[in-house]
């Protein structure tokens, strides 16, 4: 390829260039396992701290002094398990909000509630809703949405508690907004120990939690980033392992 002239490396020539740049490594045999299982480009995001920010002749960026291969292991190894902590968070969180606005409405209003406008408080919304809904529950290869279009063809939409199955974050967030019963919404948010009302900014920021979720699985570093997530959320019981929502 024309203009790109850096060749591949062998692990143990790896470790060269890193010793060479200023990194100390205790043991190499041990630093070798690892860049053979971590990519050496992978890591290479946890290093950058680890760099002096002057660029030599050659173009490389040497390391300050102390840097230490294994505390760049450690910084990786934190972010990882900081990446599993927050994945099951979100996932918790997620599916005992699901499941909190299903069991409310359809256990008043029956399985269906979502398909009458009148238990919603702006009928553009409502109808926008559940149009999306309706789309989502025809082309979904989910095992529960096809039982249901198999054994109940004549249905345009499922029941409650399929539906919030299918409902993206975001779609679920206006759902729970559109409640024409605050005081219904109020039985949603007592779970959380919650107001109503915080419950529909809580449900909103899930669209955001989402966006978090999708940079986890898509980019190898998330130790640096600003989550920005409300203080409200960090005493929810669902963060806490061993706890029923």
């Not at 399985?111 to 409502?126: L, M, N």
């Not at 989402?210 to 409300?230: H, K, S, V």
Request: glycine share 4%; charged share 20%.
């Amino acid at each position: 390829m024309m203009g790109f002239a850096k060749p591949a490396l062998t692990n143990l020539q790896q470790i060269e260039l890193l010793r060479r740049r200023g990194m100390h490594m205790a043991d190499a045999e041990r630093a070798q396992q690892c860049l053979q299982h971590i990519n050496y480009y992978r890591l290479r995001a946890y290093w950058l701290p680890f760099e002096s920010t002057q660029v030599q002749a050659n173009g490389e960026h040497r390391f300050l002094p102390g840097s230490d291969f294994d505390d760049v292991v450690a910084v990786y190894n934190f972010d990882r398990e900081l990446r599993i902590l927050i994945l099951d968070a979100i996932e918790r969180l997620e599916i005992s909000l699901r499941t909190r606005l299903a069991n409310e409405l359809s256990l008043r209003h029956g399985p269906f509630v979502h398909e009458d406008a009148s238990h919603f408080a702006r009928g553009h919304v409502w109808q926008q809703s559940l149009q999306e809904l309706q789309k989502e529950y025809q082309r979904s290869r989910e095992t529960f949405a096809e039982h249901y279009r198999r054994q109940y063809p004549y249905l345009t939409s499922p029941p409650l508690w399929v539906a919030c199955e299918l409902m993206t974050l975001g779609h679920l967030s206006r759902w729970l907004q559109n409640m024409a019963s605050p005081k219904e919404r109020q039985a949603v948010a007592t779970a959380y120990g919650l107001d109503e009302k915080v419950l529909v900014s809580f449900a909103h920021h899930l669209t955001v939690v989402r966006n978090i979720r999708n940079l986890i699985l898509a980019y190898p570093q998330i130790d640096t980033r600003q989550m920005g997530f409300p203080v409200a959320w960090r005493t929810f019981s669902v963060w806490h392992e061993g706890t029923t929502p």
